[in-house]
């Protein structure tokens, strides 16, 4: 089963690595040649730590499936971090999108409250004409060795309909190099999800950091709307409609072994 209508439950030991929202609008120039003074002003209280950078997008690839298909680069987008004084929240606005990202997620509740007003400034001082994507992401990082497991096989900790061939009695789980479930689908009418599911190593990219060598699990959860024109009046609805469906994929995910771990 994909999903459950398990009771949704804040676990102390939640494997919860990183919690990101991001509201996508048609272009805004002025936010990429000019310095948000007043958004910065409105949210200085909750996010004093500033920052800028300039980020470089992917090349274009034109003319794919011809005889002389061209590369063309993408000019630079200013990406403005405006953080917490904890370090534990970071919003992020440019020209295309705001986004609210925290790695110490503890409720939903907190997290919409902490998203609420400067959202509602951003509306406020730009004017997005509307949102062409809504997008919550959940990314979830089990470590055996954290929650006392390391017993334990994958299949006593995972559903099978995200474990693939690990979920089968005959399969050895030391002797699959790798095993991950990709999936993009529909949830309802208006949202979609992309999900991955499996396990990997999770690499430090500082340089010279020392690399963790424990094989973990890793479910994530990238739940969106898209491709319609979404009203800022419409905004909070949304998000409770993609949380939903994130709490029902999460826990169609566990078995009752890992929610007993969880729950300390």
């Known amino acids: 089963m994909l999903f459950s209508d398990h009771e949704r439950c804040i676990y102390p030991r939640t494997p919860l690595h990183e919690v990101i929202c991001q509201l996508r609008f048609p272009t805004i120039l ?4 000019r310095e948000p003074a007043d958004f910065q002003e409105a949210i200085r209280g909750d996010f004093p730590r500033f920052a800028v950078r300039q980020d470089v997008p992917a ?3 034109n003319g794919v499936g011809t005889a002389h298909p061209t590369v063309e680069n993408q000019p630079p987008v200013t990406n403005y971090h405006f953080v917490s004084t904890d ?3 970071k919003l992020n606005l440019t020209q295309d999108f705001i986004a609210l990202s925290t790695l110490h997620y503890t409720s939903w509740e907190a997290f919409a409250h902490m998203l609420d007003q400067p959202l509602g400034h951003f509306i406020r001082i730009y004017q997005p004409a509307f949102f062409e994507r809504i ?3 959940y990314l979830n990082i089990l470590s055996r060795r954290q929650l006392g497991l390391e017993g334990h096989d994958w299949s006593e900790l995972i559903e099978s309909p995200y474990l693939g061939p690990l979920s089968q009695s005959d399969v050895r789980e030391d002797g699959v190099g790798k095993c991950a479930l990709d999936v ?9 999800v992309r999900l991955h599911a499996g396990p990997g190593r999770v690499q430090n990219g500082a340089p010279g950091a020392p690399q963790d060598q424990e094989v973990k699990f890793i479910l994530d959860l990238d739940l969106f709307m898209s491709g319609s024109s979404i009203a800022d009046a419409l905004v909070p ?3 409770e409609t993609l949380h939903g469906h994130s709490t029902r994929l999460f826990q169609g995910a566990v078995t009752d072994t ?3 771990a969880m729950e300390g």
């Open 135 to 137: 997008g919550l992401r």
């Open 184 to 192: 993009e689908m529909r949830l309802d009418s208006s949202c979609q």
């Open 59 to 61: 090349p274009k690839l």
């Open 258 to 260: 890992l929610r007993e």
């Open 30 to 33: 002025t936010i990429g040649t």
């Open 237 to 239: 609805g949304a998000l």
């Open 87 to 89: 370090g534990a929240w």
